[in-house]
Each structure stands twice: as structure tokens, then as C-alpha cells.
């Protein structure tokens, strides 16, 4: 009788221990199973077409954040879009405070010794935006005119190297509301946004000759070759449509 009781109560022991066990391993798949973490994205949001924020819902919209949308979803993950200034951006991702980061930034053998980018999504260049009805600047005519840039941007050192001492920012809009307001002569900056600018502009600025040929991609944290993968494949699938 002892022994059949001893039974019992070893058979209850060992089907409460059962139940612990398996409520600790559901609590443990559920747990692996949370939310998985977004990938972070950083932009100026300063750059249309391709980042730039929606005047109605304040969003953050543009060609680049939707790729980096579609890459995310690839590897089945939310994407996170953050803002920094400009000069910040690669350095941020280099120190892994980011996973990729998208603002037309041009690509550079100097850059790509500390990110890795993705393939072109766009080629387009540098030209000089300007007060509508004054002579249009050259790079000639820039070493004696006040030309603003983005502060290490690859225009700053392009102007640099053309005998250009120009006047740096951190902030596109600023830069540009100095052109307006007669601060600075003219804004050297990338084509697309520059004939953007200009277009909604009212007639108020123009947009120059295209003064130089680069190829745009989006900043990738070293080694994150899944995300690269995405990034070039979406890239590629836009191109052929």
C-alpha cells in the first residue's frame, strides 16, 4: 500500500514538474517569438524627391524611403526612419547607431572604406541653385561668389578643390532661405533637388548647367550583407520597370 501511494505521489510530482516544464518552454517560444526589431534608417528628410517630410502629414516619404521599406520587408522586418544632419549620417552608421542611411549621398571610394552601399538607385549630379535674374554661377565665376554647401558633403570638397572657399550648413532649408533672404549667392547641391527647388520656387530661383556626374546609394553598416542584398535587389526590380 506504501508502495503504491509512494507511486502516486512520485507520479503527481513528475506531472507538475511536466506542466512547469512545458509552460516554461511556451513561455520561452512566445518570448523568441516578440517583436521582432524594426531596422533603422537615417535621413536629413531634407531631400526631395527621394527623403524628404509631407507638408499635410508630416511623414517622411521619397523614393529612398520606399526602397528601404521594401528591403526591410524582405527580411521580414519593420523599418524605424530616424533624422540626423547630414554630416552625421555615415558616421552613424559606421558605429552602428544605425543600420543604413539614405539622403542622396554620393558614392566614394573614401566612403566606402567605412559603410558599404548598395548598388545606384540614381545617377544624377551637382549644380549650382541661384536667384532668378542674376548671372548664373559657373565654377569660374563660384571663387568669388558666396556658394553654400553641405557641410562634408561631396560637393564641399569638390568646391574645395576648385579654389572655393564655400559657406557650410547642416541644413539644406536654411541654406536655401539664405539664398532667398540674400545671405549667400547660390546653393551647389545635388541636380534633382536643385530643379525640384527651383520648380516650386515661383519663378523666385533657377537652377544652373550640371556642373558634375554622380551616382547615388544607400549607406550600408559594414558586414550587413543580408541588407545590401535586399537593398540591390529592390534596387535592380525598380530599374527594369
Known amino acids: ?21 512545458a509552460a516554461l518552454l511556451a513561455w520561452g517560444a512566445e518570448d523568441a517569438a516578440g517583436p521582432v526589431p524594426p531596422l533603422v534608417l537615417l535621413t536629413t528628410a531634407e531631400m526631395p524627391p527621394y527623403s524628404y517630410r509631407d507638408e499635410t502629414t508630416g511623414e517622411i516619404v521619397g523614393e529612398e524611403i520606399d526602397i528601404a521599406r ?10 524605424e526612419v530616424r533624422t540626423a544632419k547630414f554630416p552625421d549620417l555615415l558616421p552613424m552608421v559606421s558605429a552602428g547607431k544605425a543600420d543604413f542611411a539614405a539622403s542622396e549621398i554620393i558614392i566614394t571610394e573614401g566612403r566606402l572604406r567605412t559603410v558599404d552601399f548598395s ?3 540614381a545617377t544624377e549630379g551637382g549644380m ?6 542674376e548671372p548664373m554661377p559657373t565654377m569660374i565665376r ?6 553654400a554647401v553641405m557641410d562634408a558633403s561631396i560637393y564641399d570638397f569638390y568646391l574645395s578643390l576648385h579654389g572655393v572657399d564655400p559657406v557650410r550648413y547642416d541644413s539644406y532649408p536654411v541654406a536655401i532661405k539664405d539664398l532667398k533672404e540674400g545671405r549667400v549667392d547660390a546653393v551647389f547641391y545635388d541636380s534633382c533637388t536643385v530643379r525640384l527647388v527651383a520648380e516650386r520656387s515661383g519663378g523666385e530661383l533657377a537652377a544652373s548647367r550640371l556642373e558634375t556626374r554622380e551616382r547615388f546609394g544607400i549607406a550600408v553598416r559594414k558586414g550587413n550583407a543580408a541588407l ?14
Open 1 to 21: 500500500m506504501k508502495t503504491f501511494e509512494g507511486r502516486k505521489i512520485k507520479a503527481r510530482w513528475l506531472a507538475a514538474v511536466a506542466v512547469a516544464l
Open 70 to 79: 521594401e528591403a526591410a520587408a524582405k527580411l521580414g522586418r519593420p523599418l
Open 142 to 147: 563660384a571663387e568669388r561668389m558666396r556658394i
Open 128 to 133: 549650382f541653385l541661384y536667384r532668378a535674374g
Open 228 to 241: 545590401k542584398a535586399a537593398l540591390d535587389e529592390v534596387i535592380a526590380a525598380r530599374r527594369e520597370k
Open 119 to 121: 548598388i545606384p538607385y
